[in-house]
C-alpha cells in the first residue's frame, strides 16, 4: 500500500482534530527547544562580553526571563504532545483492531485458514500497533523536524544570504545520506521480517504440537528449530541496526560541518555580527541538526507503516452498502470433487435432515474431505457450493452460516465449560447449555468447571463431546463431525450418534468414523462415502 493508503488507514480510524492538535503541539515544541538553544547561547555569550567589558548598563534580566519563558513552554508542550499522540495511538489500535477483527471474517475461508500460522495475529498486533504508531513515532517528530529546520534556514538567509545558501547546501547533503541510509537499512528490514514470521511460524507450531512433540522425543529439535529462527532474526536486526547507525554518523558530522561552516562564515563577517549573534546561529543549527539526525529512523517507521498498511489492506475492505441481509444458505452441494484416495468422484447435496457418514482407515483422507465441504481446505474450482456459489469465493462468515466443523481436535478456550458452549449462543441460558450436554452424553459435567489451555483438563473424549456440544447450540443447516466417538466407550458412542438427529431434525450431519466403527450407526438410515474404495454415494433421511 502506498504513503497515501497508509495515511487514509489512520485517519479512519484516528481523530483528525487528534492527529492536527498532536503535529501543531510536537512543532511548538520543538520550535520552542530550538529558539531555547538560540537565545540560551546569545544571552551566555553577552553575558560573558559585558563582564569582560565591565559593562553595567546591560540589564540581563529580560533575557534571563525569555530563557525562563522558553524553558517552561518546551516542556509543557512537550508534556501536551505526548499526551495527545499517545491518546490517539491507543484510539487508533482499539479502532482498527476492531474493524480488522470483522474484516478478517469477510475474507474467503480458503484465505483466512492461510493465516493460522499467526499471520492473522501478526497482523492484528504488530501491523496494527505500527500503523496506529504513526502519530507519535513519524508524523509529530518529522513535521517538527521539517519545521525546525525551515524557520532556522529562513532565519540564516535574513541575517546572511552567503551563510544561508552554505548551510542550505549542507541540508540537501544531509537528507540525500538520509535516504541512502534508509535505502540500505530498509533492505535488511525486510530480510528481518521474513525471519520473524519464520520464528513466529515455529513458536505457534511447536506450541500447538507440544504434546505431540514430546511423545516423539522431538522437542530438542523445536528447540533448536526456534534458536536458528531466533539467531535469523537478531542478525537481520543488527544488521539493520548497523545501517541505520552509519547513517547516524554521517549525519552528525555533516552537522559537524555545518556548524563550522556558520561559524566561520559569520566570524568572516565580523564586525558585522557580534560574537554573541554568531554563537546563537551556531547553536540553532545545532538544534536544527539533532532533530534530522532522527531522520533514517523516521523514514524507516513510515517504510514499516506502508508495509504494514499494505497487509492490512485486504482486512480493512468496507463493508459493501447495506441492502437486504441475504437469507443464510441451507445446502451445500458437491459436483464431482474426487475422493482422497479412490478414482470416484463425490456428487452430493446436503440440504434439510439426513446423514451422511464417512468412514475410512487412518490416512484415508476424511478429515481432508470435511476440510473441504467446510471451505477451510482447497478443493478443484466449481466442486463444492454452497446455494451455487462456490464455497472458496465466499466469506468465512457466510460459510459459518451454514456450515459448522467440529474437528478431531478442535479448539477450547480457556475458560469454563458454559463460557466455551457461549461461544455459540452468547445469549443461551442455562436449561438451553445442560440440553446441549445432554445430547452428547455428558449431563453431570458442571457448567462452571474450568476446561484449562485446550481443554486439556477434561479427557479426550469429554473434549470431543464439548466441541460438539458447541456446535449442537449453532443449529447449523449443515454440521459436519469428523471422528465424534474418538475415545468413547461403545454405549456412549451410540447415545451420542442416537441423539444428534434428534437435537437437530432440520440439519444435515455428516459423520467420519473408522471403518471398524461404522456399525455404530448399523440402526440409523445413511448414506455411506467409503474412502479408498469405489462406491455409489445416496442420500438418506433423518429416521
Given amino acids: 500500500m502506498s504513503r497515501t493508503g497508509t495515511w487514509r488507514l489512520l485517519r479512519t480510524a484516528a481523530p483528525r482534530r487528534a492527529l492536527v492538535t498532536g503535529v501543531l503541539l510536537a512543532i511548538a515544541g520543538e520550535v520552542g527547544g530550538a529558539a531555547l538553544l538560540g537565545v540560551s547561547g546569545w544571552f551566555l555569550t553577552t553575558c560573558a562580553v559585558v563582564t569582560l567589558r565591565a559593562d553595567t548598563t546591560w540589564s540581563w534580566m529580560y533575557p534571563s526571563g525569555a530563557v525562563r519563558t522558553l524553558a517552561l513552554a518546551r516542556t509543557g508542550l512537550r508534556y501536551l504532545e505526548r499526551l495527545v499522540n499517545h491518546r490517539t495511538l491507543l484510539t487508533a489500535s482499539v479502532e482498527l483492531r476492531s474493524r480488522l477483527s470483522r474484516g478478517a471474517a469477510r475474507l474467503p475461508t480458503r484465505e483466512l485458514r492461510g493465516l493460522r500460522d499467526g499471520a492473522l495475529l501478526a497482523r492484528l498486533t504488530t501491523d496494527v500497533e505500527t500503523v496506529a504508531g504513526l502519530p507519535p513515532n513519524v508524523l509529530a517528530p518529522l513535521a517538527a523536524a521539517v519545521t525546525t529546520a525551515c524557520l532556522v534556514e529562513i532565519l540564516l538567509l535574513w541575517a546572511m544570504p552567503l551563510l544561508g545558501v552554505a548551510e542550505l547546501a549542507v541540508w540537501a547533503a544531509g537528507l540525500a545520506c538520509a535516504r541512502r541510509s534508509h535505502r540500505l537499512a530498509r533492505a535488511r528490514l525486510a530480510t528481518a521480517t521474513e525471519a520473524r514470521t519464520a520464528l513466529r511460524t515455529v513458536l505457534l507450531g511447536s506450541r500447538a504440537a507440544f504434546e505431540e512433540l514430546r511423545c516423539l522425543e522431538a522437542v530438542p529439535q523445536a528447540q533448536r528449530a526456534a534458536i536458528t529462527a531466533m539467531t535469523a532474526v537478531e542478525s537481520a536486526e543488527w544488521a539493520a541496526a548497523r545501517a541505520e547507525r552509519l547513517g547516524r554518523l554521517a549525519l552528525r558530522l555533516l552537522g559537524a560541518l555545518g556548524q563550522a561552516t556558520v561559524l566561520g562564515t559569520a566570524l568572516s563577517a565580523a564586525p558585522a555580527q557580534p560574537i554573541a549573534v554568531v554563537v546563537g546561529e551556531v547553536l540553532l543549527v545545532a538544534a536544527g541538526w539533532e532533530l534530522l539526525d532522527s531522520m533514517p529512523r523516521l523514514l524507516r517507521h513510515l517504510a514499516e507503516a506502508g508495509d504494514a498498511a499494505g497487509r492490512l489492506a485486504p482486512l480493512a475492505a468496507e463493508e459493501r452498502p447495506a441492502g437486504p441481509r441475504r437469507p443464510a444458505a441451507r445446502s451445500v452441494e458437491t459436483r464431482g470433487l474426487p475422493l482422497p484416495g479412490s478414482s470416484t468422484c463425490l456428487s452430493l447435496t446436503l440440504k434439510g435432515p439426513g446423514l451422511v457418514l464417512v468412514t475410512g482407515p487412518n490416512g484415508s483422507g476424511k478429515s481432508t474431505l470435511l476440510g473441504q465441504l467446510a471451505g477451510r481446505l482447497p478443493a478443484p474450482a466449481g466442486t463444492v457450493l454452497l446455494d451455487g456459489t462456490p464455497v472458496r469465493d465466499l466469506s468465512a462468515r457466510t460459510v459459518a452460516e451454514t456450515v459448522t466443523l467440529v474437528e478431531a481436535d478442535d479448539w477450547l478456550a480457556d475458560a469454563t465449560v458454559a463460557a466455551n458452549l457461549r461461544q455459540a449462543a452468547p445469549s443461551a441460558d442455562t436449561a ?90 448399523d440402526r440409523t438410515p445413511t448414506a455411506v462415502v467409503p474412502l479408498g474404495l469405489a462406491a455409489a454415494v445416496h442420500r438418506a433421511p433423518h429416521p
Fill in 432 to 521: 438451553a447449555l445442560r440440553r446441549a450436554l445432554e445430547v452428547v452424553a455428558l449431563p453431570a459435567l458442571p457448567l462452571d468447571t474450568p476446561v484449562g489451555p485446550g481443554g486439556r483438563l477434561l479427557s479426550q473424549g469429554q473434549r470431543r463431546r464439548l466441541a460438539t456440544a458447541r456446535a449442537v447450540l449453532r443449529r447449523p443447516a449443515v454440521l459436519l463431525l469428523d471422528e465424534p466417538t474418538a475415545g468413547l466407550d461403545r454405549p456412549t458412542a451410540e447415545a451420542l450418534l442416537a441423539a444428534l438427529p434428534r437435537a437437530l431434525p432440520d440439519t444435515a450431519v455428516v459423520i467420519a468414523l473408522q471403518e471398524q466403527h461404522r456399525d455404530l450407526l
